[in-house]
C-alpha cells in the first residue's frame, strides 16, 4: 500500500511542478499584455471548466501535464482574431518573449532550489565529504566491518558454503575497530591498509588496532585470495592476500543545515546538479542501446535514463522505505533536469522559440547595420520537418524508457 501511495504521489508531484510550468508562461505573458485564452491542467476531453476574464481554466481527463494557449505565438499562427493582431506574442520585444517562453524552466529551477533549502534545513543533503568513488574511499581512515567470509576467487559473489571464514573474524576483530599497522608497518587511510595486506604474505600476520580509544594486537591468517590490481579493476588476478574486512566510513551520508548555511549548500549542490544534468544529457545518445538491452532481456543499467513512469516507480519505492530524503531529491533532480531539457535550441521545445527570436534579432541587426532590409520574421512553416523530426525521436526516445521502466525498472533497494 505504501508504494502505491508513494507511486501516485510522485506521480502528483510531477503533475503539479508541469502546471506550474505553464502557469509561468501565463502569468509572464499575461503581465506583459499578451493574450492567454486556454490554461489547462492535463490533456483529452475537458473534465471541468470556467472562464475568468478572457482566459478559460479547466481540467481535462489525461493527467499527463498541462498547456496554455497564448496567442500568435509565431507569425504563422492561423486562429488569432483580428482584433488581437496588436497582442500576439511574436509581435512583442525579443526580451519580453525570452521571458515568457523561459518562464516555464525558471519554475521548475525555482521549486528545485526552494525544496533544495528546506531539505537542506529539515531533512539534510547528501554529504559533499562523503566518499563516491574508489579513489575517494582509499583516503578514508581504515575503521573495518567484518565480512562473513574470503572468497577466494575473482568473483563478486554472496558468501557460499566452503568458503573460508574472515581472517579478521577468526582473530577476535569486531566492527569499527580501526587498524594502524600491518607487521609494525603503520597504515593511515584504507588504501594504505589494502597496499600494506596485498603485499604481506598469506599466512601469520600481526594486525595493531584500537578499539574504543585503547590499543591492542592480535594474530591473524591472512587469506590467499585472486585479486585484480587496485588501480585496474579490469586487470588480471594475482594471488595476493586478503584481510576478509571491508570500509566503515565515519563521515555521515546527510548533513544538515542552519537557516544561513543552507543557502551555501543549497546553491553548491544546484551547481552541482547543473554540471550532472548537462553530462547526462550529454550521454543521452550512448545510453540508447542500454535501454534496448534492459528491454529485451539484459540487466537494466542503473545509469540509463528513466520516464516519468519510472521516476514515479522510484518515489513509491522510497515511500515503501520510509526513504523520503530519496523522494524529495528525486523531486528536485527531475525537476532541475525538465527546466535544463526544455531550454534546449530545438523545436517545440521552449529553448528552440528562444533561439529563434534571438536569431530574428541578431540577424535584423546586422542586416541594419549592413544597410540593407530587415529580413523579417522566420517562417516556422519551413522547419516543420525538423520540428517533426525532434518529435518524432523524442518520442521514440519516451517510448523506450517507458517499456524498459515497465518490463526491467531501476529499483534503488533490494527486495
Known amino acids: 500500500m505504501a508504494y502505491l501511495v508513494g507511486v501516485v504521489l510522485f506521480a502528483l508531484a510531477i503533475l503539479i511542478s508541469v502546471s506550474l510550468h505553464e502557469a509561468g508562461h501565463m502569468l509572464t505573458a499575461k503581465r506583459f499584455g499578451m493574450k492567454v485564452t486556454r490554461y489547462f491542467v492535463g490533456f483529452g476531453p475537458t473534465l471541468w471548466s470556467f472562464r475568468r476574464g478572457e482566459t478559460e481554466y479547466g481540467i481535462k481527463a489525461i493527467p499527463l501535464g498541462g498547456f496554455c494557449k497564448i496567442v ?24 519580453k518573449r525570452t521571458i515568457v517562453m523561459s518562464a ?11 525544496a533544495l533549502w528546506f ?16 579513489a575517494q574511499a582509499r583516503q578514508e581512515p581504515p575503521v573495518i566491518s567484518l565480512a562473513e567470509c574470503v572468497v577466494v576467487d575473482n568473483v563478486e559473489r554472496p558468501c557460499a558454503p566452503g568458503d573460508p571464514a574472515s581472517p ?19 597504515v593511515n587511510t584504507w588504501g594504505e591498509m589494502l597496499n ?11 594486525v595493531q588496532y584500537v578499539r574504543d580509544g585503547a590499543p591492542a594486537t592480535t594474530k591473524v591468517d591472512l587469506a590467499a585470495v585472486q585479486r585484480p590490481p587496485l588501480d585496474d579493476a579490469a586487470g588480471a588476478p594475482s594471488a595476493v592476500s586478503a584481510l576478509g574486512v571491508g570500509l566503515t566510513v565515519q563521515k555521515p ?20 546538479m547543473a554540471v550532472g544534468t548537462l553530462q547526462a544529457l550529454q550521454r543521452v545518445p550512448e545510453k540508447i542501446p542500454a535501454l534496448w538491452t534492459a528491454i529485451t532481456g539484459g540487466q537494466r543499467d542503473v545509469d540509463t535514463p528513466i520516464s516519468v513512469v519510472g521516476a514515479s516507480r522510484l518515489g513509491g519505492e522510497a515511500v515503501q522505505n520510509d526513504a523520503w530524503e530519496v523522494f524529495v531529491l528525486l ?18 521545445l521552449d529553448g528552440g522559440h528562444i533561439a529563434i527570436a534571438w536569431f530574428e534579432r541578431v540577424r535584423s541587426w546586422i542586416f541594419a547595420r549592413l544597410g540593407r532590409p530587415d529580413p523579417g520574421r522566420v517562417d516556422y512553416l519551413k522547419l516543420m520537418p525538423i520540428t517533426y523530426a525532434v518529435i518524432l525521436i523524442g518520442g521514440v526516445f519516451t517510448l523506450l524508457t517507458v517499456t524498459a521502466d515497465v518490463i526491467n525498472p531501476i529499483t534503488l533497494f533490494s527486495r
Open 72 to 95: 500568435g505565438m509565431t507569425p504563422q499562427d492561423d486562429d488569432v482574431d483580428p482584433a488581437d493582431e496588436p497582442r500576439a506574442m511574436w509581435r512583442f520585444p525579443v526580451w
Open 119 to 134: 531539505a537542506a534545513v529539515f531533512m539534510g543533503l547528501p554529504n559533499p565529504d562523503y566518499p563516491t568513488t574508489e
Open 104 to 114: 516555464g524552466s525558471i519554475t521548475h529551477f525555482l521549486l528545485a532550489v526552494v
Open 253 to 272: 551520508t546527510m548533513v544538515t543545515y542552519g537557516p544561513i548555511d543552507a543557502l551555501g549548500a543549497t546553491a553548491d549542490y544546484t551547481g552541482n
Open 168 to 186: 579478521a573474524a577468526k582473530a577476535q576483530l569486531r566492527d569499527g575497530d580501526r587498524i594502524t599497522a600491518i607487521n609494525n608497518t603503520p
Open 331 to 348: 523531486f528536485i533532480s527531475l525537476n532541475f533536469f525538465i527546466g535544463v531539457f526544455n531550454l534546449l535550441p530545438l523545436l517545440p
Open 196 to 206: 600494506v595486506v596485498r603485499a604481506t604474505p598469506p599466512g601469520p600476520a600481526t
